[in-house]
């Protein structure tokens, strides 16, 4: 079980982000990412407590969870996306996820393509994309994203047609923001079968580029 994109009540999340990483692991999660919010305004101030936060936890824990710091940069101006990128990745080992252009929400549009241009790590729920964005994704190595978060999961089937179609890596995470977020084994793979109509093999490829892309930064 491995969830690159979770929040934080550093964000818009219920839980500290020690509460947050146990209850992930009870549920059988072995690698979580903890990527709060951020735009300009804040990501010098969250980014930080997230990377401190996981030090101390892997720490302590890292036999039973590893944690990933992260952030996910949400609704800046389109400039602003490859600067953001870059002071995120600038602080070490970081995980850099950004708010894709979900069907139920009014991001910006060219954010998908500024986020896959500049080289983020995961592309989250990036709606109706096209073949050239997807690969464009598979050039860069960015992750598009299947998510289980409701709204944004309207667009699951057609993101995971169009990116297998060009060959670009699909991950998928819960987006998780209170504890009835975060999934267990059997919860993640009922949504990949039932709404995607995935058979196993598919689903451990999805599965594994998680896991590869985790492994870049534990």
Known sequence: MIDLHTHSLLSDGLLLPSELVRRAQVN?????????????SNIDFILPRLIKVAGDLNKYWSDKIKVIPGVEITHPPVELIPELINYACS??????????????????????????????????????????????????????????????????????????????????????HS??????????????EKSLNLDTEQIEEIENNSLNLAKRFI
């Open 28 to 40: 059988g999660y072995s690698v979580i990412a903890i990527t709060d919010h951020v735009d300009s």
């Open 179 to 192: 504890p009835d977020d975060l999934l267990n084994k059997l919860q993640v793979e009922a949504i990949l």
């Open 91 to 176: 602080q070490g080992s970081v995980l850099v996820v950004v708010h894709g252009e979900s069907p139920v929400e009014p991001v910006i549009e060219g954010t998908n393509r500024a986020a896959v241009e500049a080289g983020c790590n995961i592309l989250a729920h990036p709606g109706w994309i096209d073949d050239s964005l997807a690969s464009l994704a598979k050039e860069r190595g960015v992750a598009l994203e299947i998510t289980a978060r409701t709204g944004h999961q309207n667009a699951n089937r057609h993101i995971y047609e169009v990116g297998k179609r060009n060959g670009a890596l699909l991950v998928f995470n819960s987006d998780a």
